[in-house]
């Protein structure tokens, strides 16, 4: 006789909240006779890999077929994402020439909802975005947290919501101090009822908004204290105290500053400029730059009133009567003189004075001008003095204001005589009375057509105050401004304390030096200022245009050591602020090149011109975005246009750190230099690939064995201070695809900066 089974499966009940659910199983037979029957047959019944139940079964007589054994309520879990195929089989001992005798199936349970999914762009901070919510059973409820760093909040609680609008908070940036964008973690944790089905995580990035930047306000004041008295600034005499208030955002520190004032750079938060230079409205910026890299910018104007040292223009003197009308035999001494002192929106005071003596005197008299008190313009004033007519007179005309004084000498010769002798003091003069003792004194003009002849060595005591001086040289006072000395002539700065005060004296002069003014002749009203100081010689080229002297820059003649060398106007680039213009031509020769100064700012370094771009010519413009920078900083780092650039040579393939990092937080000398690392473990003989970014530490490295074992090892680290190197773990190990020998120890002993 034969017989057979078969074994069929039910769903009969489900556990959301457990996530199983319950089935039964049923065993039939079938035989070939109705008269046979058997009794203790043994029956297993195998649900989802374990016995269901075992135990003996009866075939009753008269009977083809039927129940052998249901087994019922047997519990079945489902895997974690709800679905579930299960299994069943039946084995029977039968007694019959059938043997034993198997039956086997399968069902697809009904699938349990699990975890909802949260869908979340990529944001920024301070700015709405919306969260989309799949839920697997409109009963679960869902609570969604977002973290960034240590900051963390709970943006919903076991709620239905789909769509949930959320801000990350704007001081989240806090985060981040060293960059402009940070990863916020996104948590969804679903609920039934009570029950905790499980947690989804997402991470995505946020940008740090560009009003996250530093702050810097200006404060300025004359720190000569001359503003308040003369309702501005004053040209050459007022000094800028500019303190900066200046703080980061969120966190971030403030790393550079700088501050452009009358053409000068300065990167102080409080510092006091030289004298103004120019005049009009100037215009004071300062720039700050934080440890993210956002920058802020305050400016503020001042107005800068223009001065220049008071000016005699010219003065003469001449035989008059006592009303003044001119007689070469008269009694008296007629001074006529113009003058001007800068008014300084009616501010300033003008006084105008006169000396003299007679020539072989030593003692002054001094008058004050009291009818040009406070005349900001004197042209054609005079002063009239009795004046003994076998006496010359030496006459010098002051004019002052409240900052300096000059003064402008001349002559007053006795009266009109073809000559005279002077027989006790050893005296001849030509063309006026004799009375300057142990001289020959001309009244007149001299025409030696045959030359002038002196004994002896030229530079001897026979030749005074050389160069081109011919009797006493005109001192410069206190605060003069050269470009009042138009009048040919000798002058003469003694002292270097007062050289330093002088107004448009050639840059960088601190030492005393004579001033010699040529005119050039003509009818155009041009000359020619030459300067001597020790070493140094320096010209420059004026001319008058309507009522104006206009000047041109000084040029230096560079005598010192002898080499000769003349820089010629044209050299210079620009407007001869920026150094020499070789005008595309090649230097060789170099031993070396020396800056002045760390390159940490500006176009300081070398530049080269970007494509496009010509400067050679005199119309050329000079525009700092019109170069590329390339400088090593005060820090020693080489780079392009502010930015680092790295040096192959000393970099690659450099050990920054060695030990065992197992958890917690190392330090990576040079952490910033680098954008590519390798992490070693000398027990596991290979190597991790780690690229970095501002935030994050993360790499990937493996082999495969000869029994094709894939093995891969990973680490996720953060970058909790990308400037001095710190780097925090948070995990590290490897897996194999192949096996069961589950998350794999790493230990990184050796780190190498690559790139």
């Known amino acids: 006789m034969a017989i057979s089974i078969s074994i069929s499966l039910a769903q009969t009940s489900q556990s959301v909240s457990g996530n199983y659910s ?12 109705t008269t046979w029957n058997a009794n203790g047959a043994p029956l297993t019944i195998v649900v989802n890999d374990s016995t269901a139940w075992s135990g003996d079964v009866t075939f009753p007589k ?54 909802s999914t949260l869908s979340v762009e990529n944001g920024t901070l301070n700015t709405g975005q919306t969260l989309t919510v799949t839920r697997q059973a409109t009963s679960f409820t869902h609570t969604i947290t977002a973290k960034c760093g240590s900051a963390s909040t709970t ?55 560009s009003s996250v930047k530093p702050s810097v306000s200006i404060s300025v004041s004359d720190a000569m204290g001359y503003s308040g008295t003369y309702g501005g600034w004053v040209q050459g005499k007022s000094k800028i105290a500019v303190s900066l ?70 003065v003469s003197a001449a035989r008059c009567n006592s009303d003044g009308s001119a007689n070469s035999s008269g009694a008296y001494i007629k001074v006529t003189f113009s003058g001007k002192v800068t008014a300084l929106d009616n501010h300033n005071t003008a006084a105008y004075s006169l000396k003299y003596k007679k020539t072989a005197d030593t003692a002054y008299t001094t008058v004050t001008l009291s009818n040009y008190a406070n005349a900001y313009t004197v042209t054609n004033g005079t002063y009239i003095f009795a004046a003994d007519t076998i006496s010359s007179y030496d006459i010098a005309v002051t004019a002052a204001d409240n900052f300096s004084s000059v003064s402008k000498q001349t002559s007053g010769s006795s009266i009109k005589k073809i000559w005279s002798i002077w027989k006790k003091k050893f005296s001849i003069a030509f063309g006026k009375i004799a009375d300057i003792e142990n001289s020959v004194d001309f009244g007149l003009p001299a025409y030696f057509r045959q030359g002038i002849y002196f004994p002896g060595n030229f530079n001897s005591d026979f030749i005074k105050n ?55 002749g003509g009818t155009n009203l041009t000359g020619t200022q030459m300067l001597y100081s020790l070493d140094k010689i320096y010209f420059r080229y004026f001319w008058r245009s309507n009522a104006n002297w206009l000047f041109d820059e000084w040029v230096q003649i560079h005598t010192d050591g002898g080499s000769n060398f003349y820089t010629a106007k044209d050299q210079f680039f620009s407007s001869g602020n920026y150094g020499f213009n070789f005008n ?107 690229p970095r970014t501002t935030s994050w530490f993360r790499g990937l490295g493996g082999y495969i064995s000869d029994s094709e074992n894939l093995w891969w090892y990973a680490i996720n680290a953060e970058i909790t201070n990308l400037e001095n190197g710190t780097v925090k773990l948070i995990k590290q190990g490897g897996f194999m695809n192949k096996g069961t020998g589950g998350m794999q120890s790493w230990t990184t002993t050796s780190i190498v900066g690559i790139v």
């Open 22 to 33: 319950y089935v039964s199983a049923t065993v039939k037979y079938n035989k070939s006779s």
């Open 62 to 115: 008269g009977t083809t077929s039927g129940t052998l054994k249901t087994v019922t309520s047997i519990k079945v879990p489902h895997d974690s994402d709800g679905t579930k195929t299960v299994s069943a089989s039946a084995t029977l001992v039968s007694g019959t020439n059938s043997g034993t005798v198997k039956a086997s199936t399968s069902k697809a349970l009904t699938r349990i909802p699990r975890k």
């Open 584 to 690: 595309n031509s090649d230097v060789i020769g170099f031993n070396g090149i020396y800056f002045n100064d760390a390159a940490n700012d500006g176009l300081e370094g070398l530049n080269f011109p970007k494509s496009g771009i010509s400067i050679s010519g005199p119309d050329y413009v000079f525009k700092e975005t019109d170069f590329y920078t390339l400088r090593i900083d005060a820090n020693g780092e080489l780079k392009k246009d502010g930015n680092l650039v790295p040096v192959y040579g000393e970099h690659i393939g450099k050990t920054l750190w060695s030990g065992s990092w197992k958890s917690g937080s190392i330090t990576i000398p040079n952490l910033k230099k680098y954008r590519l690392f390798a992490l070693f473990d000398s027990e596991k003989g290979t190597v991790i690939l780690v």
């Open 245 to 314: 208030t200046s703080s980061g955002s969120y966190g971030s520190t403030i790393k550079s500053r700088s501050t452009s004032v009358d053409g000068s750079k300065y990167t102080s938060a409080s510092f006091t400029t030289g004298a103004i230079k120019g005049s009009g409205t100037l215009k004071i910026s300062s720039t700050v730059t934080d440890s993210r890299g956002r920058t802020a910018t305050d400016s503020e104007n001042i107005a800068v009133l223009a001065y220049s040292s008071p000016i005699i223009s010219a």
């Open 466 to 520: 050389t160069p081109l001086n011919l009797g006493t040289a005109e001192e410069i006072p206190n605060g003069a401004d050269l470009n009042s000395y138009t009048a040919p002539g000798t002058y003469d700065c003694k002292v270097n304390a007062t050289a330093e005060t002088i107004v448009n004296r050639p840059s960088g002069l601190k030492n005393l030096f004579k001033l010699v003014v040529q005119d050039n």
């Open 155 to 209: 943006i919903c609680t076991k709620s239905t919501s789909e769509s949930i609008s959320f801000t990350p908070p704007l001081n989240w940036a806090s985060q981040n101090t060293t960059g402009t964008s940070l990863t916020v973690t996104y948590t969804i944790t679903t609920y039934s009822g009570t029950t905790n089905l499980g947690s989804n995580s997402y991470t995505k990035t946020c940008s740090i908004p």
